[in-house]
Structure formats: structure tokens, C-alpha cells
């Protein structure tokens, strides 16, 4: 709650000190900001909050994880950004604060209890989003994105809120504890229950961009900044991804035997349409959304497992997944890849050693090659998933196989010999940005040794 | 450190097991360490053949070498088979690289292929050891081989594993990566690729597939020994027919490798012996070969048999030290492939008469076209007018490996005995029928 209140309030410092055009000024505020927030977090257990405790945000160790993860994330999308920011001063504050804003919706969807503070923390997560997208005015793409986003996404929650009424007038409560009792006493009106929760299911499938529900994805990551591109799909995916789990692995676990296989097709289908749907991509963020789809698929693995470990899997995938994403986007934004085309990469690795082996390591990690991350994340989410759906693991693998290939094609783009003379630069914090990723795409499999 | 034969080295040994059974556990027996001795003795080699060509001062490639070897001493050492895995892909990248870089223009068609098939063969391996994983209580290489599948499992499991193997190898149907491989990259990955990547497999074999899924051997063994004999005829077939010195290489490689993966599937303690000479001997003809391919392709600028000839009398020292390794390719009494070659056919032979006969026929087809290589470059009118003689690094490799050829032929009873124990423990490995999993 604490940590909440402290991002909310440095949000609204940060847009204010906007208004003076000094982004080093506002960089250092919010950082100062997210880094009490997350020493908040990390001594969540040990320290007594001096405001009073309304029950509706709870944090166990696991959904403590999984917050400090999404601020790290948003720390480092911040610090990438700035030199974005720069170009663009007046927007600053604007960025600052709405990225902080939807950062508290998305701990509001990691630490809730109940469906009123879902509910909340989705609207807070998604609106500062809305107005992000479309921050470039000027820009048709943008403007389109944030149009198609707010419609696609309104429509979403109007299907969700269908759905929490069918589940509240199913079971006679908000509450995740009292819901899940219910269900285990059995003492519940049925079809209510099972068609509020397919519902429910379906604008979770939307938020977390899985198919079937997966068609705003491609525009809306396009047209948005690279900023807003990879907070949507590190600290947004992580968020709802959590929530998700929390909802349905937790509260509905006993109605498996109903959900489970939507939930089968609905990965099966992500794991191969994303990859397949990028391979004939020439718009890097078109790309990077169509993968974005096959690495939910990877993701929702979680959800099939009632062990105690699948939400450590999932941890360990997001972590890989999302320090994978940053760095790609931060070298997106350095080349000043404007136009978007994924030809622009031609060369970089050899022009700029650095950028190329971030490069590598970061698509490799996406692809799932050992020794990095992203090898361990889904290593450890099939083992989960192994015993009870060998098949989904089998497709998962022959995917992870079209994975490479996509992700092989953009090393080798970039590792080519280009003998043009232009030049790259990264300023520090870029350097910082891709550093701190590459610690996080390196060092990750040592989670699993603590 | 004294090592003994008889018993395991444990370098490394994780009491607390990490999340999902994930071990630390490193180590080697004697066949392990043979293997660790093959790599480190290999590397020196390659960038010894490597001198004074265009890529011996590059940093890059010097260090993408050692990680390669890095990547080897992973598989020959984990003890785990998740860490066994990890360093298994490792090497891809690194070999990758090497052919990327420095291999010819134009080969990322080669090149994906490459990547994708050995790729997908991990990924059938990784099904494999989760498969294992689920029902063991660790990753720990013991606790694997503790596992007791029921033979239709087994057979499943083996099938996971032999994909993997028989895509590196490569076996008969799978090997259709590795020529154009081969004549695209530079010589250094050529000669890492065949004298220590492939017997990667050879070893994952004989330290992995078998041990943990040999309830599943005697249903697996005829499709694999039938691979492998078709591939002992195909490649040599096809070899025969070649113009293009590099690619006749390539499949001679897949006919000698097919003897081996053939032997390894008889699975008794002879038949492994035998295949351990033979994993050594083709590492050291690989090289030899492939440096005698190079030499001809950097100074006549052709890799095309028809328009090479005449070269033994302008360089006399390249006609005699190319001949001694076409010699040892010929496996003829007193070198390492004879040894190793007579118990491979021999135990095939008892296996079956029918597969033994088509393993002979690899030294007569072998002879056809490695005598047939050497005729077409060496003899015959001269096609060219200068042609410069071996330099002192590319001498001292022939000398090397002619002499290491020579010794492991007399003197392969040293190596047999070395590694018997560790044959014995991974061939005693027989099927119980408790507790079986379905």
C-alpha cells in the first residue's frame, strides 16, 4: 500500500516538474521514486505501515516478486527512454506521469483480493496506456493504435464487468478467499458461475494478447512509442499475467475440469500463429508483437499446473522475456529507427560490438538457448506442464524450433558486415539500460539455484 | 591429480538440489577423460593448422575457439543431465559464429538449415531428459540411470535422444545438413564440426542415451544399426562420385561415422572399445584431411578434382604427408583405424552376418575413393606450373598426427584397458523389470 501511495505521489510530481522542460530533473525524481517504492516492497513483511489496512491489497511472497519486478521494469524503461525524452521535452512530464499512474494499476492487479481492486487496478493500468499510445499526435499509426486500443480494450472491460456480475450474483461475493470457499462448497448457481467465467477469460486472453483475442496486438505495439511498446509488453503483460494466475489457478482452481481447455486451444493456437505471424514481418515492433503472442502462449504454461512452483516458472520466463524485450526496444530506439523497418538493423552487431552482443544474447534468450534466461523460464514451465499435458509440451517445443529461425534471422541481420559508413552511438544511459538487461539475461538460470 | 581408471572423478558434487531437481554435479570417468584429452589435444591442432592463414590473428575467431572447447569440457564433464544439455547447445553458438563470420559469402541458406535441424534434435533431447526428469529425483546422472521406464517409454525416450545424436552425427537420413555445411565454412570450423562436434554425439551415446534408456535397446537397436550400415554404403557411394574434394570428405566422414554410431548400438564392451579408437582415429584423419583439402583449395584456388593433378611432383613433401594420412584413412594394418575398424566389423559381423558384410564394404568403397582423390590431385600430367611446398606448422601437423596414428595403431591395448572400466559400468547397465513407469 505504502509503496503504492509513494509511486502515485512521485507520478504527480513528475508531472508536474514537466512543466519546467528539464528531463534530467524529472529522471531523477522518479527514479528516487521507484527506488523508495521498491525498498518499500522489499521490507514489505518487516515494516509496519503507518496507514491503515483496508485488506483489499495483499502481498505474499510470490505477488512481492512479481511487483518489485514490474517497478525494476519500469526503472529501466525510464532510464532507456530518457534520451527519447530529451527530443521530445514537452511531452516529459506526460510520460513520467502516466507511466508511473499505470504502474500502480498493474500492483494494484499483482497484490488484489478482491474483484473491486481488480477492477480498479485494470482501469488504472489500461488509461494512462490509452493516452500513451496515441501520444504522437502528429503521427496517423499513433493516432489509430490509441483508437483501436481504447476500443478493443473498452470492450474488453464492458465483457469482464459482464462477468464479475455473473460471478458475483453466482456466489454472493467480491472476495477471492469467500469465492473460492464457495465454489469448494459446491453451494453455487452453476451456469452463472461457468458463463461469468468464460467471460472473465476472455478479456484476461485480451489483455495478456493471446489468441484468439490477439488482433490489436500487431497495430497497437506499432503505433505506440517504443517507450509505451515495451512497458505494455513487460510491466502490463506481467501484471495481468499475474492476475490471471491468481484468479484462475487460485480462486477457480476446483472449475479446471471447465476452463482448462479453453485455455488449451487458446495456447496452442498463440504458440504458432505468433511465430508464424512474424515470420513475414518487415515492421521491427510488428515483429516483436506477433513473438510477443508466442511467448504469452509460453507464459499462460503456468496456468495448467496447480504445483507450487509454476508461478516461480512463470517468474523466471517473465524476467528473461522482459530484460529481452527492453534491450531490444532500448536498441531500437538508438538507432533511431524511426521508420520501424527491421531492415534497419542491418549491420549494427558489426558496426557496434556492444549493441551486438546484446543483440544476441537477447534474441537467443527469446529463443530459448541455453544458458540464458529465457532457456530456464520455459525450461521450467514445460517441466511443470509435463506431466498432465505432453502434447501442449511437444507443440511448445516444435514452436520454440519456428522461434529460432525468426530469432536467428534477426541475429544474422544484424551480424552481417556492412562497410556504409554510419555511425552509431549510445549515450550512458542506454548503456546502463542494456547492461542492466544483459545481467538479467545472463544471470537469470542462477535464480534456480537460490 | 592421480586419476584411477576404476572409479569416478567427482569435481563437482551439489548435496542440495536446486528447483526442479537441477544439479551442479561435475565429473568424469575414463571414458570421459579420454574424451577430454581427444579435445584438448584437437584444439592445439587446429589453430596449429590454422597459422599463417588469414584468420590466425583474429581475435574474434581465436576466441570463438575456445569457446567452443569451453563448450566440449561442458558435455565431456556435466554430470547432470539438464547441465549436460546446456553446454550441449553452447557449442552451437560458438560453431555458428565461426561459419558465419569467417565462412564463405553467401552460406546463411547452409547455415539455417544447420541450425534449425541440429536445434530441433535438442529440442527432442530436452523432451527426453524432462520425460526422464519427472520420474527421477534429481537430474543427477545417477538418479537417471535409476529411472526404470517401461521398454515402450524407453523407446520413446531413445527416440527423443537419437534424434539429437543422429542429427550431429550424422546418421543416414539426417546428414543432409552437413556437406554444403562443410564446404561453406573455413577450414578451422570444418575440422572443429567433424573431429570434435560429432563425436559429441558419439559420446552422448555412450554416456547418456544408452545407460538411461537401455530397456528400450533391444527394440532399438535394428533400425539404428540398419541407419547406421546404410549410411557405411550411401556415403562412400556418394563419395565415390564427387568432384569437389571438401564434400567427398563430408561423406566419407558420414561412412566412417555411421561404422562407429553402428558399433556403439551392439552395445558390449568390445564393440564400445572399438568404437573409442575409431572416435580418436577419425578425429585425427579428419584433420589431417581437411588440411590437405585446404592446402590445395588456398594455392590452386579450386576444390575441383578434375582440375587438380600433378602436384606430388612439384610439392613432394605434401604428396608424401597427404599420402600417410590417406593411408590412415584406409585403415591399414599398424594404424588406429585398423584396430579400431577390424573390432567395429568384427562385432557387427556377430551381430548380424548380413550388416557385417556391408560394413566391410566400407574399407573397399573407402579405398575406391580415397585412392581415387589422392590419384586425381597428386598424379597424373601436371595441370599447374608452381606450387608452393608445406610450411613448417602444416609439416608439424601432419607429423603429429601421422605419429599419434601410428602409436595409438601399435600401442591401442593402453587405450582399450584405460577406458575398459568405464565400459564395463556403462554396459553392465541392464533392464530390470521393477517398478516400472508407464
Redesign the interface.
Known amino acids: 500500500m505504502d509503496a503504492l501511495i509513494v509511486i502515485f505521489i512521485t507520478g504527480l510530481i513528475g508531472l508536474f516538474t514537466g512543466l519546467l522542460k528539464k528531463p534530467t530533473l524529472n529522471l531523477i525524481i522518479t527514479l528516487c521514486g521507484l527506488a523508495v517504492a521498491f525498498a518499500l516492497q522489499l521490507n514489505y513483511s518487516f515494516y509496519q505501515s503507518p496507514f491503515a489496512n483496508y485488506q483489499v491489497l495483499e502481498f505474499n511472497v510470490h505477488q512481492l516478486y512479481f511487483s518489485l519486478l514490474a517497478i525494476l521494469f519500469t526503472a529501466v524503461i525510464v532510464v532507456g527512454g530518457f534520451g527519447y525524452f530529451k527530443r521530445d521535452a514537452s511531452h516529459t512530464g506526460d510520460y513520467y506521469g502516466l507511466l508511473l499512474f499505470s504502474l500502480c494499476g498493474a500492483i494494484c492487479l499483482i497484490g488484489f483480493t478482491d474483484l473491486f481492486m481488480f477492477f480498479l487496478g485494470l482501469e488504472i493500468l489500461s488509461i494512462p496506456i490509452y493516452v500513451m499510445v496515441g501520444i504522437k499526435k502528429q503521427d496517423v499509426l499513433s493516432a489509430e493504435a490509441s483508437i483501436k486500443y481504447f476500443f478493443t480494450g473498452a470492450f474488453a472491460t464492458a465483457i469482464l464487468l459482464f462477468g464479475i456480475a455473473l460471478l458475483y450474483g453466482a456466489t454472493g461475493s467480491f472476495n477471492l478467499n469467500e469465492i473460492r470457499t464457495v465454489i469448494q462448497s459446491g453451494e453455487y448457481h452453476t451456469s452463472y458461475l461457468l458463463i461469468g467465467m468464460l467471460f472473465m477469460l476472455g478479456a484476461f486472453l485480451f489483455k495478456v494478447g493471446a489468441v484468439p483475442f490477439h488482433f490489436w496486438g500487431p497495430d497497437v505495439y506499432q503505433g505506440a512509442p517504443e517507450i509505451v511498446t515495451a512497458f505494455m509488453a513487460t510491466v502490463v503483460k506481467l501484471a495481468a499475467l499475474y492476475a490471471f494466475y491468481s484468479l484462475f489457478n487460485i480462486t477457480f482452481q476446483e472449475l479446471g475440469y471447465f476452463w482448462i481447455g479453453a485455455l488449451y486451444f487458446a495456447i496452442a493456437l498463440s504458440l504458432f500463429l505468433g511465430y508464424l505471424g512474424a515470420l513475414k514481418q518487415t515492421k521491427f515492433k510488428r515483429l516483436l508483437a506477433y513473438s510477443s503472442i508466442s511467448n504469452t502462449g509460453y507464459a499462460l504454461f503456468a496456468l495448467l499446473s496447480t504445483s507450487n512452483?509454476s508461478i516461480?516458472s512463470l517468474w523466471i520466463f517473465l524476467v528473461g522475456y522482459g530484460f529481452s524485450t527492453i534491450a531490444l526496444l532500448t536498441i531500437s530506439m538508438a538507432i533511431s529507427n524511426d521508420d520501424d523497418e527491421i531492415a534497419a538493423f542491418k549491420g549494427i552487431g558489426y558496426k557496434h560490438p556492444f549493441i551486438g552482443f546484446i543483440m544476441l544474447i537477447s534474441l537467443?534468450s527469446l529463443a530459448g538457448?541455453?544458458?540464458l534466461t529465457g532457456?530456464f523460464g520455459k525450461?521450467?514451465l514445460?517441466?511443470n506442464a509435463?506431466?498432465n499435458h505432453l502434447w501442449l509440451?511437444?507443440l511448445a517445443?516444435?514452436s520454440?524450433?519456428i522461434g529460432?529461425?525468426l530469432y536467428?534471422?534477426l541475429i544474422?541481420l544484424s551480424?552481417t558486415k556492412d562497410e556504409s559508413d554510419k555511425t552509431i552511438t549510445l549515450n550512458f544511459w542506454q548503456y546502463l539500460v542494456l547492461s542492466i538487461c544483459a545481467i538479467g539475461i545472463l544471470g537469470g538460470g542462477f535464480i534456480?539455484?537460490i | 591429480m592421480g586419476f584411477d581408471p576404476l572409479t569416478q572423478t567427482v569435481l563437482s558434487s551439489s548435496i542440495d538440489k536446486m528447483a526442479f531437481g537441477l544439479t551442479l554435479n561435475v565429473g568424469y570417468d575414463s571414458l570421459g577423460l579420454v574424451m577430454i584429452m581427444l579435445t584438448n589435444a584437437i584444439i592445439p591442432l587446429i589453430l596449429l593448422s590454422n597459422w599463417n592463414r588469414e584468420l590466425a590473428g583474429n581475435k574474434l575467431f581465436t576466441a570463438l575457439v575456445f569457446f567452443m572447447q569451453l563448450g566440449l569440457l561442458g558435455v565431456f564433464t556435466a554430470q547432470d543431465g539438464i547441465m549436460f544439455y546446456i553446454f550441449w547447445e553452447f557449442t552451437l553458438l560458438p560453431i555458428f559464429l565461426i561459419l558465419y563470420w569467417f565462412g564463405a559469402k553467401e552460406n546463411n541458406k547452409v547455415l539455417f538449415k544447420f541450425f534449425i535441424y541440429t536445434l530441433v534434435g535438442s529440442l527432442a533431447m530436452l523432451l527426453s531428459f524432462i520425460a526422464l526428469g519427472i520420474n527421477a529425483e534429481s537430474f543427477a546422472y545417477q538418479d537417471l540411470v535409476n529411472v526404470q521406464l517401461s521398454q515402450k517409454m524407453a523407446c520413446w525416450v531413445m527416440s527423443g535422444f537419437l534424434l539429437a545424436f543422429a542429427i550431429k552425427i550424422p546418421l543416414f537420413p539426417f546428414h543432409t545438413w552437413q556437406p554444403a555445411t562443410y564446404t561453406s565454412s573455413p577450414m578451422a570450423g570444418t575440422m572443429l564440426l567433424s573431429a570434435l562436434m560429432l563425436k559429441m554425439a558419439l559420446y552422448g551415446m555412450m554416456k547418456w542415451m544408452l545407460p538411461l534408456t537401455s530397456e528400450g535397446i533391444e527394440v532399438m537397436k535394428w533400425p539404428v544399426i540398419i541407419l547406421g550400415a546404410i549410411g557405411i554404403v550411401y556415403g562412400a557411394v556418394i563419395a565415390i562420385k564427387q568432384n569437389d574434394i571438401k564434400t567427398l570428405f563430408a561423406f566419407a566422414s558420414i561412412s566412417h561415422l555411421g561404422l562407429i554410431a553402428a558399433g556403439i548400438m551392439v552395445f558390449n564392451t568390445a564393440a564400445w572399445s572399438g568404437a573409442i579408437i575409431q572416435i580418436i582415429n577419425h578425429s585425427l584423419i579428419s584433420i589431417g584431411l581437411f588440411l590437405a583439402a585446404d592446402i590445395l583449395e588456398k594455392r590452386t584456388g579450386t576444390r575441383k578434382l578434375d582440375e587438380l593433378g600433378g602436384i606430388a611432383k612439384i610439392a613432394p613433401r605434401f604428396g608424401f604427408w597427404f599420402a600417410a594420412i590417406v593411408f590412415a584413412a584406409l585403415s591399414i594394418p599398424f594404424s588406429a583405424g585398423f584396430i579400431g575398424e577390424f573390432i567395429l566389423i568384427k562385432e557387427l559381423f556377430s551381430f548380424h552376418a548380413l550388416i557385417g558384410i556391408l560394413a566391410v564394404s566400407s574399407l573397399i568403397l573407402g579405398a575406391v575413393y580415397m585412392l581415387r582423390s589422392y590419384q586425381l590431385s597428386m598424379f597424373g600430367p601436371p595441370k599447374l606450373t608452381s606450387f608452393q611446398d608445406l610450411t613448417w606448422n602444416e609439416t608439424a601437423v601432419f607429423v603429429v598426427l601421422s605419429i599419434s596414428i601410428l602409436m595409438i595403431g601399435l600401442f591401442s591395448s593402453y587405450i582399450i584397458d584405460y577406458t575398459a572400466p568405464a565400459i564395463r559400468v556403462l554396459t553392465a547397465i541392464t533392464p530390470s523389470n521393477q517398478l516400472i513407469i508407464e
Do not use: E, W
Open positions: 512452483s516461480g537467443l538457448i541455453p544458458p532457456f525450461f521450467s514445460l517441466m509435463y506431466s509440451v511437444i517445443l516444435i520454440s524450433a529460432a529461425f536467428l534471422r544474422v551480424l534456480l539455484a
